[in-house]
Structure formats: structure tokens, C-alpha cells
């Protein structure tokens, strides 16, 4: 069996890379300076040698003849690594295509050439990475072939000629080679798979629905919504494919592929609260239902319970996306049940609102914002309650 690389070389690029990344995200940026930022990520590669008239198979032995010295992993490990990803695809997805052709549809009246230079330099850059994917996923003995109903990758193993549609893990190790299935799944990410009926748009493996740099000086982590499309049902009809469920994820740090973690995940087309997808989120409100059943039944037989003193509160740390505080004030009556949620990033919250239909107004739900200790000034308001 073929070992997969490690994916621990120095990652000297990365500071150079999220400063090239400072100037893409920033809005005051320029066109010319974005298209610059790429560009420069782009260069840290090193020469790429590919004449215009190679054949894809001059191509392939040229690739294969490359030496661990101008090997291009390390370089796509840090680009990964640097959180880069994301950002690149939002731009290649900003530009509206042809459901049919993918072609940019140039009289949109949001695209001019500023715009599709810069998407064609994002195009280019993760398009290498996708060469470099491929390059590992055949190192372990892989195939990347289309699949002609889907539009989606596939892979063939070259020995034993069995097919999956789940892309191959090449991390042995998930908390140090993650990269290396990120740089893998580039292969499937720049191809569309199929339309979205819903919308009238091109269909995306993961579109990035908004992203936010975090700032280095606040210590914030990068925050990420993506939509995922979810993997239809075996025997599903070509009306099916072409009108699959997307899966809306916020994503906490670095983007660690479509089975990465994520702080929620929602279906976008429900109502916030009505279910709940996460296992510990339905534990947690398992645990706050039985509490509530216990502290009715201990109260019943008392003649001097109000109905204050049969209130609960419960305490959440962390908004993520909203569906917990939510679904639990969908159930229970404000004059029963109050959730005060503390959030160290008014950004969660911003994103909670805008991309997961979150209100923070809403009955029975308070969202504090939990500051660094060196912002809170001697007049701060302070709140002292009991949780159940």
C-alpha cells in the first residue's frame, strides 16, 4: 500500500499568504489590488513550466517528472493551511454563470473585466491546487474520473478498479494532515454539480455564502458560511439531481473540507428551530426538558409556587448559528423559559441574523456579548441571575 505524504513541511509561506489574503477580503482593496494578492500567493509556487501547445500527456510526464525540490505540496499545504480556500471560491462564485455553458454572463451588470480578472486569477490558483490534489489522490493509487449523471467527481481505484464517490482520506493523522484532504477535495470543488432548480443557479459542492478574516491584533478566528449540497438518493430521478438540498454551515478557523467541523449546520429552507441536527444540541435540550419536568414536579405540591418561581433559565455559551436558543423559545413560552446566550463575537451574531434567520429580539431569548476584560469600563453593566 502506498503511503500518503506527510504534510509537515515547514509552512514558511503562510504569514506571506494571510497578508495577501488581508488585501483580497479588505473592502477598501482595489480590483488591481486583489487581482496583486492572488497573483502574489500565486507566484510563492515557484515557475510554473506549461507551454501552450503541450498535450495533456506532455503535460502529465512533465508533471510527473518533478523532484522533491520544486515539489508544489508544501506551497498547497500552506495555502490550505492559511485558510485560503474559501475566500478564492467566493470570488470564482461571485461571478454569475450559465446554468448550460458556465459561462460568465458578462451582461449581468455585476461583471466587467476588473471582475473576471480577478476570478480568472482565483480560477487559476485553485486550479492548481486541484492539479496537486490529483497528484496525491494518484500517488495512492486513485483515479479522478466525471460522473456523467451527477456532474460530480468519482474516483477509481487503479488496482482493484472499484468506484467511490466519497473522496479518498490521504490524513492519517486529523490534526496534523487535514490539509492534505483539503488539497484533495480542490479536485471536485472548481467542477459544478448540476443546477439548482430553487434558485436558477449553478450548483455548487460548496458555495461560500460569506467569509470574514479574522483580525490577528482581536486574537478572532476566520468565520465561513458555506452551503453544501447533499449527496442525493441512490436511484433518485435526473428532476432529483438537478434539485438537491444544500446543507448552510458556519464554520469556525480554519475550512477543513466538507467533513470538517462546524459550529451548526442548518437547512436553509426551514424555519430556525424546528429541529435540531446536531446530537448535542438535542441532548442539551433533552437535559433542559427534564429539568423542567423535575423542578414542576417538586413544585407542584407546594401551595406558595408563582409562576416566577417556576421559570427557568438556562445559560448558553456560544450562539454558533442560533438553532438551540431558538428552538428551545419555539417550545416554551417566554413566562417559562428564558435563554441568555453569551457570545464573545459580534460577528457570530451579525452572521446568525443575516445568513441563519436568527433574531435576537426574539421572546424568551437574550444574547450578551461577553467582552475582553481590558474593554468593560467601571460602569459596566453587570447581571447576576440563577440557572437551572
Given at each position: ?10 509552512s ?27 497573483e ?17 500527456e506532455?503535460?502529465?510526464?512533465e508533471r ?47 461583471v ?9 486569477s482565483a480560477?487559476?490558483?485553485l ?7 490529483q497528484?496525491?489522490l494518484?500517488?495512492?493509487?486513485f ?25 479518498p ?9 487535514w ?7 480542490c ?8 443546477v ?30 458555506v ?13 432529483d ?48 426538558h427534564l ?60 452572521f ?5 434567520k ?31
Amino acid at each position: 500500500m502506498t503511503s500518503s505524504p506527510s504534510s509537515s513541511p515547514s509552512s514558511s509561506f503562510v504569514p506571506q499568504i494571510r497578508a495577501s489574503l488581508r488585501r483580497l477580503t479588505s473592502a477598501s482593496s482595489s480590483a488591481a489590488t486583489k487581482i496583486d494578492a492572488v497573483e502574489s500567493m500565486l507566484n510563492l509556487r515557484g515557475p510554473v513550466h506549461r507551454a501552450s501547445d503541450e498535450t495533456p500527456e506532455e503535460e502529465e510526464n512533465e508533471r510527473g517528472e518533478e523532484n522533491i525540490d520544486n515539489s508544489p505540496i508544501p506551497w498547497a499545504i500552506d495555502i490550505v493551511r492559511a485558510n485560503a480556500v474559501l475566500p478564492l471560491l467566493r470570488i470564482i462564485q461571485s461571478v454569475p454563470r450559465n446554468v448550460e455553458t458556465f459561462e460568465p454572463i458578462e451582461d449581468d451588470g455585476q461583471v466587467n473585466d476588473e471582475t473576471l480578472k480577478l476570478a480568472d486569477s482565483a480560477l487559476i490558483l485553485l486550479a492548481e491546487l486541484a492539479n496537486v490534489g490529483q497528484i496525491l489522490l494518484e500517488g495512492v493509487g486513485f483515479e479522478v474520473i466525471r460522473d456523467e449523471e451527477t456532474g460530480s467527481c468519482a474516483y477509481v481505484n487503479v488496482e482493484s478498479g472499484m468506484r467511490t464517490n466519497e473522496l479518498p482520506r490521504l490524513a492519517m493523522d486529523t490534526d496534523e494532515d487535514w490539509p492534505l484532504d483539503v488539497v484533495c477535495e480542490c479536485v471536485s470543488l472548481l467542477a459544478p454539480s448540476g443546477v439548482d432548480e430553487k434558485r436558477g443557479e449553478v450548483l455548487w459542492q460548496v458555495k461560500v455564502v460569506d467569509f470574514k478574516l479574522g483580525e490577528e491584533d482581536r486574537q478572532e478566528e476566520d468565520l465561513a458560511v458555506v452551503d453544501v449540497a447533499l449527496e442525493e438518493e441512490e436511484g433518485g430521478t435526473e428532476e432529483d439531481i438537478r434539485a438537491r438540498d444544500v446543507a448552510r454551515a458556519l464554520i469556525r478557523g480554519s475550512w477543513r473540507g466538507s467533513n470538517g467541523k462546524v459550529e451548526g449546520e442548518v437547512n436553509p429552507e426551514e424555519v430556525l428551530g424546528c429541529a435540531l441536527d446536531a446530537w448535542k444540541d438535542a441532548m442539551f435540550a433533552s437535559a433542559v426538558h427534564l429539568a423542567r419536568e423535575r423542578k414542576l414536579t417538586s413544585q407542584s405540591s407546594s401551595a406558595s409556587s408563582t409562576s416566577s418561581s417556576l421559570s427557568t433559565t438556562v445559560l448558553i455559551f456560544g450562539l454558533r448559528d442560533g438553532s438551540l436558543p431558538a428552538f428551545l423559545a419555539r417550545r416554551y413560552p417566554s413566562s417559562e423559559l428564558e435563554c441568555v446566550v453569551v457570545e464573545n463575537d459580534k460577528r457570530v451574531v451579525e452572521f446568525a441574523e443575516k445568513h441563519f434567520k436568527f433574531s435576537s429580539k426574539r421572546s424568551g431569548v437574550e444574547v450578551k456579548m461577553l467582552l475582553p476584560m481590558n474593554e468593560y469600563s467601571s460602569d459596566a453593566e453587570t447581571r447576576d441571575f440563577k440557572c437551572d
